[in-house]
């Protein structure tokens, strides 16, 4: 895969790395020329994109924290900014799945936690990063939400409003931060092929892929590159112009909630 250097003297930090979707953009982002600061709350699956980074040819550190804990955010930035000298890209990328339930049935400590990552996590990263990419003359904010923020599903509650406040953040700051010269846009994701979120509800990926594909346009879920090709988009020049805005990657489920059937 040939590279565009569209990301050429970038720090990109990106939490949650060590998954399938952040890895994914991790490895990209690194192709593109940026240098990578892989965030997550297991060290050695951040090392893991970060090995596969560095035999890529490209440049990462690993490091693990808790993004909910405001010592070790802050500690996490400050990592970063020792090692490559500056911030300009931020990806909020980590999650927490609830198991399935309404408010009556969903246990205080799964809601919580699911605002505490999904909110609280991608909160404190910003509150850390924005004044290294002020210094570094600006940049970009990628927020990860969600198709599920757009729209009610049953018996996910959580994830449902944690991902539909990763939205308004994500336009707030666009909005205080303009004058910085940083932009602030969201991807909302439709069902993505990875393994963690296969084996919350299903037993196998390929079960999750089938029950799943019929609900959407493309008759497909959708991989972890594409999303970081929607990343890409967000983070580079290509969308100078663009700020304070969603991008749906969602194979037309918003378009059209049903079930498709295509021939074989």
């Known amino acids: 895969m040939a590279s565009h250097?569209?990301?050429?003297?970038?720090?990109?930090?990106?939490?949650?790395?060590?998954?399938?979707?952040?890895?994914?953009?991790?490895?990209?982002?690194?192709?593109?020329?940026?240098?990578?600061?892989?965030?997550?709350?297991?060290?050695?699956?951040?090392?893991?994109?970060?090995?596969?980074?560095?035999?890529?040819?490209?440049?990462?550190?690993?490091?693990?924290?808790?993004?909910?804990?405001?010592?070790?955010?802050?500690?996490?930035?400050?990592?970063?900014?020792?090692?490559?000298?500056?911030?300009?890209?931020?990806?909020?990328?980590?999650?927490?799945?609830?198991?399935?339930?309404?408010?009556?049935?969903l246990s205080l400590d799964h809601w919580n936690r699911a605002w505490a990552v999904n909110v609280t996590g991608a909160f404190l990263m910003c509150k850390y990063a924005i004044p290294e990419m002020r210094k570094a003359g600006g940049g970009a904010i990628v927020n990860i939400a969600s198709s599920h923020a757009h729209i009610g599903v049953p018996q996910r509650p959580a994830y449902c409003a944690t991902k539909g406040a990763v939205l308004q953040l994500t336009k707030v700051l666009a909005i205080d931060h303009a004058a910085d010269g940083i932009r602030a846009n969201s991807i909302s994701p439709g069902a993505i092929d990875t393994l963690r979120a296969a084996l919350q509800r299903f037993p196998s990926r390929e079960a999750a892929n089938a029950a799943k594909g019929p609900s959407y346009l493309l008759n497909r879920t959708g991989q972890a590159r594409e999303i970081a090709d929607g990343a890409l988009y967000l983070a580079s020049d290509l969308s100078s112009f663009v700020t304070g805005t969603d991008l749906l990657i969602d194979g037309g489920y918003l378009a059209f909630k049903g079930s498709l059937t295509h021939p074989a």
């Open 5 to 105: 250097h569209l990301l050429e003297g970038r720090v990109a930090i990106i939490s949650g790395g060590g998954g399938e979707i952040g890895g994914a953009m991790a490895g990209l982002f690194a192709h593109e020329g940026a240098r990578v600061f892989v965030l997550d709350i297991s060290l050695e699956k951040a090392q893991v994109t970060a090995d596969a980074i560095a035999a890529d040819g490209g440049e990462a550190m690993a490091f693990s924290a808790d993004i909910t804990d405001p010592q070790q955010a802050q500690g996490a930035v400050a990592a970063c900014v020792a090692r490559f000298g500056k911030v300009t890209t931020l990806a909020n990328v980590a999650a927490s799945l609830t198991p399935a339930g309404t408010v009556e049935t």
